[in-house]
């Protein structure tokens, strides 16, 4: 389908050509773009009607040739933690998440790359109905500002960080990731280190990530430290072994000089025995890292799996302290309200009319 060129979507020299061209051709003064911009990065207008230092004329003519993208909130869930989750949809009918969580020192947003996943992790709800499409950079870009207007207007702060850590693999959409890292660090402002670029192992984007000059946080979705396990949890084990990607990961952090973040899901009885974490503490050895240990969040395609213990998750993470790995227990966050990645598009789709 034919599409309006999306102002979210450009770049800076793209964005100002086009605006440019199109002023000129209206017969109206070049200082135009920069209000327009002024409107788009601070003030994060949704529609050109906004945009009131404009002569209406003139925001007509805009909302005619250009897109702002905005998003329409079909759904919002708030937790009693103050978690705040979006089901968006898209204006082909899809439907993607993003998560705004609140701490005492920091508002992060988690938002979505794609609508669903081809990967198929099996602990991950966002897999259970696959991939639909990529997301456009301005799709992924509109996440951040539509929720942090809905954060300035309920929680009165600013969304202080970025997590790419919702809906689909974000390396697996390499261009439009990178197209919207560009535009929330350059035109937004978002301080590169207040983003983070989490991936399931995929070596081409973690290389290309590393050839960057930007400074974006990178964490892998690890979840077992044995080739086996990790397949049968991960099929882009297959794909990408485990010494593939730590062969990428210590040439990415020798180019970077920073800390990565391990994501590793306890499952009851099947990754949490603590003989795996010094297996992990090998695999890891010379990588500066941080692992952060997440109590599995039940979905109903397994009904089988829950988390671990307790008991079981501070072996887990005794060990690998003893071991000298740094590690956290990350705290659940949202439960109350199906705040994992894909959850409440796959309680949307069970409960849709067949």
């Given amino acids: 389908m034919s599409r309006k060129p999306e102002l979210l979507g450009l770049d800076s020299d793209e964005r100002s050509d086009a605006l440019t061209a199109a002023l000129a051709g209206?017969?109206?003064?070049?200082?135009?773009?920069?209000?327009?911009?002024?409107?788009?990065?601070?003030?994060?207008?949704?529609?050109?009607?906004?945009m009131t230092n404009l002569p209406q004329a003139l925001r007509e003519r805009l909302d005619e040739a250009f897109s702002l993208?905005?998003?329409?909130?079909?759904?919002?869930?708030?937790?009693?933690d103050g978690t705040i989750k979006h089901l968006w949809a898209?204006?082909?009918?899809?439907?993607?998440?993003?998560?705004?969580?609140?701490?005492?020192?920091?508002?992060?947003?988690?938002?979505?790359?794609?609508?669903?996943?081809?990967l198929g992790c099996r602990f991950c709800a966002t897999g259970d109905f696959g991939f639909r499409r990529q997301?456009?950079?301005?799709?992924?870009?509109?996440?951040?500002?539509?929720s942090w207007r809905v954060a300035k207007e309920e929680l009165g702060r600013s969304v202080s960080n970025v997590v790419f850590m919702g809906m689909g693999e974000p390396l697996a959409?390499?261009?439009?990731?990178?197209?919207?890292?560009?535009?929330?660090?350059?035109?937004?402002?978002?301080?590169a280190r207040r983003i983070t670029v989490s991936t399931v192992g995929l070596v081409p984007g973690i290389r290309e990530l590393a050839r960057r000059p930007e400074q974006f946080e990178l964490a892998v979705s690890l979840h077992a430290p044995a080739h086996d396990l990790r397949l049968e949890l991960m099929p882009i084990e297959k794909r990408y072994p485990l010494p593939e990607l730590f062969d990428a990961l210590r040439q990415y952090q020798a180019k970077k000089n920073r800390r990565i973040s391990l994501?590793?899901?306890?499952?009851?009885?099947?990754?949490?025995?603590?003989?795996?974490?010094?297996?992990?503490?090998?695999?890891?050895?010379?990588?500066?890292c941080f692992v952060n240990l997440i109590p599995f969040n039940p979905i109903p395609s397994r009904p089988e799996w829950r988390a671990s213990p307790g008991r079981r998750i501070k072996e887990f993470s005794a060990r690998l302290t003893e071991?000298?790995?740094?590690?956290?227990?990350?705290?659940?966050?949202?439960?109350?309200?199906?705040?994992?990645?894909?959850?409440?598009?796959?309680?949307?789709?069970?409960?849709?009319p067949a």
Avoid: K, M
């Fill in 26 to 50: 209206w017969g109206e003064p070049s200082f135009r773009v920069r209000q327009i911009e002024e409107w788009v990065f601070a003030h994060r207008a949704r529609d050109f009607a906004e």
């Fill in 69 to 80: 993208t905005p998003l329409e909130a079909v759904y919002v869930a708030r937790s009693e």
């Fill in 90 to 118: 898209l204006d082909d009918g899809e439907r993607v998440e993003s998560v705004l969580i609140p701490t005492r020192e920091r508002l992060t947003l988690c938002i979505s790359s794609q609508a669903g996943c081809a």
């Fill in 135 to 146: 997301l456009r950079a301005a799709e992924i870009v509109a996440q951040y500002r539509d």
């Fill in 173 to 191: 959409n390499l261009d439009a990731v990178i197209r919207s890292l560009t535009v929330l660090h350059s035109d937004f402002g978002l301080g």
């Fill in 263 to 288: 994501e590793y899901t306890l499952i009851d009885g099947v990754n949490d025995d603590p003989g795996l974490a010094s297996v992990l503490a090998d695999q890891v050895y010379g990588l500066t």
């Fill in 323 to 352: 071991r000298g790995v740094a590690n956290a227990v990350r705290t659940p966050r949202g439960r109350d309200i199906a705040a994992a990645c894909g959850q409440l598009r796959l309680a949307e789709e069970a409960d849709a």
